[in-house]
């Protein structure tokens, strides 16, 4: 679905508003493998529309049985998409049942047009299908309420080997986009591989065991759920719920998962984990909820589209209680430069509200690494290590 997250929106931020003479009017035309039911829609996602698998602004106009048509006028950039049919469980495959990379173009022209051709559609899996294909043990509640913000979303709740057997009670690591943490079947083409990762540090004694509590993004919910201040995006603005969000995490979510799980529920041994906008939202929650969590994974963290807000907000929170804090960009990101300006300056917000460098706070530039899912899961290991040691 989406190997480069949010095109960490900072590059479209600055280029949004440029002149007609740096866009480019982009034609797709995409046959599809069968004729779809009628109100079924083909909408096209990417980097360019913060991967909205659904986005009715991106649905495509159908020009016959099996042929869609779209036309938009984006900034010349380096653009990466798929089709979908209006959700990620239904996103185009290869058509022998693997994940497909995404497609890319290079908008450098006035006009570009181009056809395609999608091969076949992934089928949705079931919960029992799913967890029945993931390493180790996970258990899926597929419509847990969300009150404040009147909606739901499917958890996931990996266990640790032996959870079964024993009655030893675990400290909890809390992830954001949750459909990218276990499946290919339901990640944005490739998964952070946290359930294979996990067994392996535990059985080499890497870290301890751990549970660790994933939850889905929102799909079009997502930039508004991971906001935790209001920013301009893609000509619309961006509704900030991140402060919403932030109090089911801690608030709704935890208590639940402390009540039916044999946890550690103390802050010294509950974390919380995310990449993008999910590393931004991360930071912001364990900020806000000190006295819940003491460690948070901020990885490649999209805090341009609120950077000032988040110096401020840093700075008149202060340190409550010792952290552990990681945070880390690629340096094949998109909009690199200005990523490390932001990351550093959020470091140095860090450090100055009390946090040690080194000790409590950290940030790692990757060398080599991208804002995909594949770089993200290469490094996951290093991560837990520091968190959990």
């Known amino acids: 679905m989406r190997k480069i997250r949010d095109l960490i929106i900072i590059a479209i931020t600055l280029t949004s508003g440029c002149l007609s003479g740096d866009l480019t009017r982009w034609t797709l035309t995409v046959n599809v493998p069968d004729t779809l039911p009628e109100g079924t829609g083909v909408y096209l996602a990417g980097n360019f529309n913060g991967w909205n698998s659904g986005d009715s602004g991106y649905r495509m106009t159908r020009e016959g049985p099996r042929k869609?048509?779209?036309?938009?006028?984006?900034?010349?950039?380096?653009?990466?998409?798929?089709?979908?049919?209006?959700?990620w469980d239904r996103v185009e495959t290869r058509g022998n049942g693997m994940s497909r990379p995404n497609r890319k173009e290079k908008l450098r022209k006035s006009v570009l047009k181009r056809r395609y051709a999608v091969r076949a559609w992934a089928e949705p899996a079931d919960a029992l299908d799913l967890a029945s294909r993931i390493a180790g043990r996970v258990e899926i509640i597929e419509a847990f309420p969300i009150p404040r913000l009147d909606r739901t979303r499917r958890i996931w709740v990996w266990l640790p080997p032996g959870y079964e057997s024993d009655s030893?009670?675990?400290?909890?690591?809390?992830l954001q986009d949750g459909q990218n943490c276990f499946s290919t079947e339901t990640a944005f083409g490739d998964e952070w591989r946290v359930d294979?990762?996990?067994?392996?540090?535990?059985?080499?004694?890497?870290?301890?065991?751990?549970?660790?509590?994933?939850?889905?993004?929102?799909?079009?919910?997502?930039?508004?759920?991971?906001?935790?201040?209001?920013?301009?995006?893609a000509g619309r603005e961006i509704e900030a719920e991140g402060a919403l969000y932030g109090s089911f995490i801690a608030e709704t979510l935890k208590p639940y998962?402390?009540?039916?799980?044999?946890?550690?529920?103390d802050r010294l041994n509950t974390g919380i984990m995310g990449s993008s906008m999910?590393?931004?939202?991360?930071?912001?929650?364990?900020?806000?909820?000190?006295?819940?969590?003491?460690?948070?994974?901020a990885l490649s963290s999209s805090f341009g589209l609120n950077n000032e807000e988040l110096i401020a907000f840093i700075k008149e929170?202060?340190?409550?209680?010792?952290?552990?804090?990681?945070?880390?960009?690629g340096s094949e990101e998109s909009a690199a430069e200005e990523m490390e300006a932001h990351q550093l300056a959020v470091y140095r917000a860090l450090t100055e509200a009390g946090w040690k460098a080194g000790r409590e706070v950290v940030f790692r530039k990757i060398p080599g690494?991208?804002?995909?899912?594949?770089?993200?899961?290469?490094?996951?290991?290093?991560?837990?290590?520091?968190?959990?040691?």
């Not at 030893?168 to 809390?174: A, C, I």
């Not at 998962?257 to 529920?265: F, Q, V």
């Not at 804002?371 to 899961?377: A, F, I, Q, T």
């Open 68 to 87: 869609y048509s779209f036309e938009t006028e984006l900034p010349r950039q380096d653009v990466e998409f798929k089709f979908t049919l209006g959700n």
């Open 317 to 329: 929170k202060g340190k409550e209680h010792p952290m552990r804090i990681w945070m880390d960009i």
């Open 369 to 389: 690494a991208k804002h995909d899912e594949n770089s993200w899961s290469k490094r996951f290991h290093n991560v837990i290590k520091y968190l959990y040691r």
């Open 196 to 233: 294979e990762t996990l067994l392996r540090m535990m059985e080499r004694n890497r870290i301890g065991k751990i549970i660790a509590v994933a939850v889905d993004n929102g799909e079009d919910r997502r930039m508004n759920e991971y906001a935790p201040f209001p920013f301009h995006y």
């Open 257 to 265: 998962i402390d009540e039916h799980y044999r946890t550690r529920p």
């Open 168 to 174: 030893v009670s675990y400290p909890v690591l809390y």
């Open 278 to 297: 999910g590393g931004l939202i991360s930071l912001y929650i364990g900020l806000e909820y000190q006295q819940i969590f003491s460690k948070v994974g």
